[in-house]
């Protein structure tokens, strides 16, 4: 699948892990960290996603039951094309050069922040967001060509619900040829509903909590890519623990190294 048929979420660094996005009919799961609200790292990474709707002018829909409008679109991050690199100490780049002696390329560039992300410092505005993206709180009827379901399921939700909404995300993505994101607090329901979910996503991705205050310093959350997608390859780096980033109030993706010791 060529990338000029992929749909990307909003994180370059995200997309390199599916290959160089996701092709129109995929459905994500994003399993939720803890704690659960409109800007956890789950809800900030669909931010994107629907920020980059905006950008390219498609069709955009935000279905959540639990944030108002206002929530989400009213902080959607703005474009940059703005390249800002990481510059370590000069007294540090001896220190920390081993970790990278045998990282390919790619996962070099990795280190930096891309071209064409977006900047959660500065919003896109609620006139403009709300021009491109319509609200609700049911499953998708019209034609869209990406839709973002924040906080997908609870303990109140039975199974059979669940799993009969997420048959209707996959049938409408294949369908409209869309690509539809879902957040779920996995963390609050059953194994096997999770389970379930999980098969029935196109890929599934799992945002984890960083609790460890040594981990804290170089993470802000861990990334487990759950389920491949199976029409592309995905990208996977030698190091396959992931984790979270925030350089310059933009979110990377990348490879996950502990500092060399004393």
Not at 195 to 221: N, Y
Request: proline share 7%; glycine share 6%.
């Amino acid at each position: 699948i060529s990338a000029s048929k992929v749909f990307s979420l909003g994180i370059p660094s995200l997309d390199g892990v599916f290959g160089d996005g996701l092709p129109p009919g995929s459905v994500l799961l994003v399993e939720e960290d803890w704690p659960r609200s409109a800007v956890n790292q789950a809800s900030l990474l669909a931010k994107a996603f629907l920020a980059e709707g905006v950008q390219c002018e498609q069709p955009t829909l935000l279905v959540s039951r639990d944030y108002e409008e206002a929530e989400i679109l009213d902080s959607l991050p703005a474009f940059s094309t703005e390249t800002v690199t990481e510059e370590s100490p000069s007294a540090e780049k001896m220190k920390i050069a081993w970790r990278y002696k045998h990282l390919t390329s790619d996962e070099m560039r990795s280190t930096s922040v891309k071209k064409g992300q977006y900047d959660f410092g500065r919003k896109i505005g609620a006139a403009v967001a709300r021009k491109h993206v319509q609200y609700g709180q049911s499953l998708p009827k019209g034609k869209f060509k990406r839709v973002a379901v924040i906080g997908f399921g609870s303990p109140y939700w039975n199974e059979s619900e669940l799993i009969r909404d997420m048959l209707s995300l996959r049938r409408y993505a294949v369908e409209q040829q869309a690509v539809v994101l879902v957040t779920a607090p996995v963390y609050c329901l059953p194994t096997s509903t999770t389970t379930a979910l999980r098969h029935l996503a196109t890929a599934a991705i799992a945002i984890d909590t960083v609790d460890a205050r040594p981990f804290k310093q170089h993470c802000d959350a861990f990334l487990r890519l759950v389920k491949p997608p199976g029409l592309l390859k995905p990208v996977i780096p030698e190091c396959t623990v992931l984790c979270i980033k925030w350089r310059r109030r933009r979110m990377q993706v990348e490879p996950f190294h502990l500092p060399p010791e004393d």
